[in-house]
């Protein structure tokens, strides 16, 4: 299983960012995904997540500033944020299981001005 974010950057507040992430090693059409953030300081935390199809859910904290979605055909999920806070500022992951164990390398999304 591989699983690469990437997209992550600096940001002013109020701004936006898409991550993606490629997967590979696995059926990915048949696997929920999701998206998992780890701020300096503070617990691994689940952002959002998709199912097989375009169904999501989010994290309360993100809940009406941040959409997922995949794309079957090109193994990939996204992340679109936007109205980005400083609070949002963390390593960000993608995962194909619910507690994030199995996940590549983060991208780094960091929002101040």
């Known amino acids: 299983v591989q699983l690469q974010a990437f997209g992550g950057g600096l940001v002013q507040p109020g701004g936006s960012l898409r991550l993606s992430c490629a997967a590979s090693?696995?059926?990915?059409?048949?696997?929920?995904m999701y998206w998992f953030r780890q701020a300096p300081g503070k617990g691994f935390e689940w952002v959002s997540s998709i199912n097989t199809g375009t169904i999501g859910r989010y994290s309360n904290s993100v809940k009406g500033r941040f959409a997922i979605s995949r794309d079957n055909t090109k193994n990939m999920v996204y992340l679109q944020m936007n109205n980005l806070k400083p609070e949002d500022t963390a390593l960000y992951l993608c995962?194909?299981?619910?507690?994030?164990?199995?996940r590549g390398k983060g991208t780094q999304v960091t929002v101040s001005s």
């Open positions: 995962a194909k299981d619910m507690d994030g164990k199995i």
């Open positions: 090693g696995f059926t990915f059409s048949s696997s929920w």
